[in-house]
């Protein structure tokens, strides 16, 4: 669908130059998506394996995320492995929803409500990043969390729309359960993509 170049702006690499790559097409359907522009595959021309490296290479960073969309919904080993080849580190920002067939660097799963992960997912989680939407949603990633590796970092990130009220009970959540970390948009903060 687009690259391009910028922070990250969430989770563990929050802060970090990265180059990201997102794919079109999503079919999980998460009612607050703050991309769904991404979800039609078919409004998205193919880009080329070699256009994609072009452009991370006219860059300095050693550092590529593939989002999306939902980019487990394809292949991506060949573009995974070829980015490694030319010693870029790989994370993925992922719903779970599919098995992913690439050896990626860094796995972010972000499991949604609207659609059941595989259970791949929680085995390969590096990183577990929940969105609060509301005040339910602090149990339901309690058990996410409960099927995660002991060493996967673990995430609560607001709802973009909802920020200003659910902010507050994050904080006071992390405080009581230090397990969990805080992640912001930090990039909407910014103002940059
Ligand atoms: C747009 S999704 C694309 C990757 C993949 N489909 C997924 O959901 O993980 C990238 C990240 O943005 C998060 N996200 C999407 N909309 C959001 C919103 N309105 N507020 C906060 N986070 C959001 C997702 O949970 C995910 O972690
Ligand atoms: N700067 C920036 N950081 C991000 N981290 C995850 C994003 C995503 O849409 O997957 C994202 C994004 O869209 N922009
Ligand atoms: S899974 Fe990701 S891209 Fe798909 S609708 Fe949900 S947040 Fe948007
Ligand atoms: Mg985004």
């Known amino acids: 669908m687009e690259s391009f170049y910028t922070i990250q702006g969430e989770g563990h690499y929050s802060g970090r130059a990265a180059y990201f790559i997102r794919t ?28 994609l490296l072009d452009g991370v290479n006219s860059t300095p ?33 992922t719903s779970g929803c599919y098995p992913l067939d690439a ?10 409500k609207f659609k059941k992960p595989v259970d791949e997912a929680y085995i390969k989680a590096n990183e577990l990043k929940i969105v609060i939407f509301n005040k339910n949603d602090f149990s339901w990633a309690e058990e996410h969390a409960a099927k995660v590796n002991d060493d996967c970092l673990l995430y609560l990130q607001p709802e973009w729309s909802k920020e200003a009220q659910m902010l507050p009970l994050i904080i006071d959540y992390v405080k009581d359960n230090p397990r969990w970390r805080i992640s912001l948009q930090t990039h909407k903060y910014m103002n940059i993509p």
């Open 24 to 51: 079109g097409g999503c079919d999980v359907g998460c009612v607050w998506c703050d991309v769904k522009e991404s979800w039609e595959a078919k409004d998205h021309p193919d880009t080329s394996l070699e256009t």
């Open 103 to 112: 050896k990626v660097d860094w796995y972010c799963f972000s499991p949604k």
């Open 61 to 93: 960073t050693d550092f590529v995320v593939i989002t999306g969309g939902e980019p487990a919904m394809y292949p991506i080993e060949t573009l995974v492995s070829a980015l490694q080849d030319n010693y870029k580190e790989v994370a993925i920002e």
